[in-house]
């Protein structure tokens, strides 16, 4: 079902607020090309959010339909269905998809991710959904601070969305559900589990990447005029720094997160701090 009468995006804002979507860096880009670029990083934004999580709790499913211990360790994001927003997600980017000029590109399914989830620690993939969990939160308050006049209807979305994932809804204990299964974990099972959330980090970058270039291909069908090359590795960057900094970054250093892992052990801080030192140099 759609989230409202279709043809009511107002395309003369920008979807994005500047917190997430990095646009300050791109002084080579007038007001109306920073405002495209904006709405094109919302279009990614609903497709990897959708990407991350669908796969996430995928895998999950079946790794524990193999296995029952694993079942056991999952069961805070079995019992629940923790990301429940994929008609959401795809209801308004089918509208905004509609509402731009050109279509835009997007990464599909990523198997190299899924790979990653696939051989990682049962215990690392709930590390990863918490991850995932806070950062919708900090994405839904960064909508709401500022003097941004921001597209209202994706405000709305992100509302939304920001309800299932932690309002009163039957989803809102599955947060606290998995900080309490973390904080119960054996201690033997925690260095792994760091080890591989590191790696399910590095694996979320090289998607990022990737949606990133197709950002910047349909921001190129957009202009009336050719990107040089020298000005599309900028815009590039700059789209891999705002999205790493969206998924990745943010929800490393948010509160909740770092204080989930300080349960799991003193090393666990430290750890983050090298994730976040090692996106920087990638």
Same mark, same amino acid.
């Given at each position: 079902m759609s989230l409202h009468p279709p043809g009511l995006l107002d395309m003369s804002r920008s979807f994005m607020p500047e917190a997430l979507a990095g646009m300050a860096p791109l002084r080579l880009l007038d007001a109306a090309e920073r405002r495209h670029l904006n709405?094109?990083?919302? &279009?990614?934004?609903?497709?990897? /959010?959708?990407? /991350?999580?669908?796969?996430?709790?995928?895998?999950?499913?079946?790794?524990?339909?193999l296995d029952l211990e694993t079942r056991e360790v999952l069961e805070p994001i079995l019992r629940l269905d923790c990301f429940d927003h994929h008609e959401l997600f795809v209801s308004f980017e089918s509208e905004l998809a509609l509402a731009f000029p050109v279509r835009p590109r997007f990464i599909d399914e990523?198997?190299?991710y899924q790979q990653t989830l696939t051989h990682a620690t049962p215990l690392s993939l709930l590390v990863l959904a918490l991850h995932f969990k806070l950062v919708t939160q900090q994405h839904y308050l960064a909508c709401l601070r500022g003097d941004e006049a921001l597209e209202p209807h994706f405000v709305r979305l992100l509302r939304d969305h920001w309800t299932m994932e932690c309002g009163a809804t039957r989803t809102s204990s599955s947060a606290l559900a998995i900080q309490e299964a973390l904080a119960n974990a054996l201690r033997g099972r925690v260095p792994s589990a760091l080890r591989d959330?590191?790696?399910?980090? /590095?694996? &979320?970058?090289d998607v990022l990447r990737r949606q990133a270039e197709l950002d910047v291909d349909t921001f190129a069908r957009v202009r009336s005029k050719p990107l040089a090359a020298s000005d599309r590795a900028a815009v590039v960057e700059a789209q891999i720094a705002a999205h790493r900094k969206t998924f990745l970054t943010v929800g490393i250093a948010n509160v909740a /997160?770092?204080?989930?892992?300080?349960?799991?052990?003193?090393?666990?801080?430290?750890?983050?701090?090298?994730?976040?030192?090692?996106?920087?140099?990638?």
């Open positions: 709405q094109i990083r919302a &279009c990614g934004y609903l497709r990897l /959010f959708d990407v /991350f999580e669908r796969v996430l709790v995928t895998v999950a499913r079946e790794r524990a339909r990523p198997p190299d959330y590191r790696l399910l980090v /590095f694996a &979320c970058d /997160f770092v204080y989930a892992m300080r349960n799991l052990g003193p090393t666990a801080p430290a750890m983050l701090a090298g994730i976040v030192s090692a996106l920087a140099s990638r």
